[in-house]
C-alpha cells in the first residue's frame, strides 16, 4: 500500500472558507496560519457555521499584516493582527482560555456579513489552549479547532461515502467534496477507513500521533458553497459509520515534530497501526505508565 499526500488546507477563521497549500509548516498546535481567528458571542463563546451558515461563505486570507476577509453581499475587508496585550475571555466546547480582540471595525463587519452579533478574537499564543488530556499528552497544545491540532482524511473513505450517499438519493446528486469535513490533510493510496488504525504516521518529514478519531456534526450538513443545510452526510454515515451511537469520519492528529515542512506529494509512510476492524480511536488512552516502583 503506497500512500500519498494529496492535499493540505487551513482555515485561517475557525468555521469560515478553508485554502489549499502545496506545502506548509507544521507546528505544535498544528499547520501554520491554522485556526488562530475565531468569532464569538458577547459571552465569549465560539461561534461556529453549526449555529451560523452564512460563516462557510466568509473567504479570509492571510496577508503580512493579518487577514483579507471577503463575503457575498459585502465589501472586502482588512484586519490587522490586534496587540496580545489586551485579552478577553473566550470559550470552544468546555476549553477555556483568553484571546485578543480585533477591535469594533471587525466586529462591525463580520457582524453586517453573517447577520449576527459576533465578535472576532486573535489567538496570539497557540501555545495557551491544551488539548484533552484524555486522548493526549500534558504538553500537546491546540489553536483554535474543535480540539486537536489536525485533521486527517482519506480521498479512499470519501469515495465509498459518496457509493452510499448516491445510492440512496435522487438521481443527479452531485457527490460530497471533502471540504464538507474540513481536514488539513488528505492522503490517498490506501482503503477506504484504513485510518481508523492508524496510530504514528509520517507525512514527508513530520511525524504524527492518531489519538482520536472525529465524531461529525451538523456542521458537515452544511454545503460549503452555498450555507444551505441537508440530512447528508449525517444521514449515511449514520448507517455506515455509526459507532458508540456517533458518527465518524477522519482521523485527529498531534504533531510529534514542529517546525518540519509537509508538501502535496509526499509520501506517508504508517509506522504505527492498530489491528484493523476496531473502527475509529473512540477510547481515551492512558498518557503514562505508573513510575516503576
Not at 59 to 88: K, M, S, W
Not at 214 to 229: F, I, K, S
Request: charged fraction near 25%.
Amino acid at each position: 500500500m503506497s500512500l500519498t499526500l494529496a492535499s493540505i488546507h487551513r482555515y485561517p477563521v475557525k468555521s469560515c472558507r478553508g485554502e489549499a497549500l502545496d506545502h506548509a509548516v507544521v507546528e505544535p498546535q498544528g499547520l501554520a496560519g491554522d485556526r488562530r481567528w475565531m468569532l464569538v458571542d458577547a459571552q465569549g463563546e465560539a461561534v461556529t457555521a453549526r449555529e451560523v451558515h452564512r460563516l462557510v461563505l466568509v473567504h479570509p486570507e492571510i496577508t503580512a499584516t493579518g487577514l483579507r476577509v471577503a463575503a457575498p453581499g459585502a465589501d472586502p475587508f482588512e484586519v490587522v493582527v490586534p496587540d496580545g496585550a489586551t485579552q478577553v475571555p473566550v470559550q470552544v466546547f468546555s476549553s477555556s482560555f483568553t484571546a485578543a480582540p480585533a477591535g469594533p471595525a471587525a466586529d462591525a463587519w463580520f457582524s453586517a456579513a453573517l447577520g449576527a452579533d459576533v465578535r472576532l478574537v486573535h489567538l496570539d499564543d497557540p501555545l495557551r489552549r491544551p488539548t484533552s488530556l484524555d486522548y493526549s499528552r500534558p504538553d500537546d497544545r491546540v489553536s483554535l479547532a474543535d480540539g486537536y491540532p489536525l485533521l486527517v482524511a482519506t480521498e479512499e473513505s470519501l469515495a465509498a461515502l459518496n457509493d452510499e450517499v448516491l445510492g440512496s438519493s435522487p438521481t443527479g446528486r452531485e457527490p460530497l467534496p471533502m471540504a464538507r469535513f474540513r481536514p488539513n490533510v488528505v492522503v490517498r493510496g490506501g482503503a477506504a477507513w484504513t485510518e481508523d488504525d492508524w496510530r504514528v504516521l509520517r507525512i514527508g518529514g513530520a511525524t504524527f500521533r492518531a489519538v482520536k478519531g472525529c465524531a461529525r456534526c451538523v456542521l458537515t450538513t452544511v454545503d460549503p458553497d452555498t450555507g444551505e443545510r441537508e440530512h447528508e452526510p449525517i444521514r449515511s454515515l449514520a448507517r455506515i459509520r455509526r459507532f458508540d451511537r456517533k458518527t465518524w469520519f477522519g482521523v485527529n492528529l498531534v504533531p510529534d515534530t514542529p517546525g518540519a515542512t509537509i508538501r502535496v506529494g509526499d509520501e506517508v509512510e504508517v509506522l504505527e497501526a492498530a489491528e484493523p476492524g476496531g473502527g475509529p480511536i473512540r477510547v481515551p488512552v492512558d498518557q503514562a505508565a505508573a513510575p516503576a516502583p
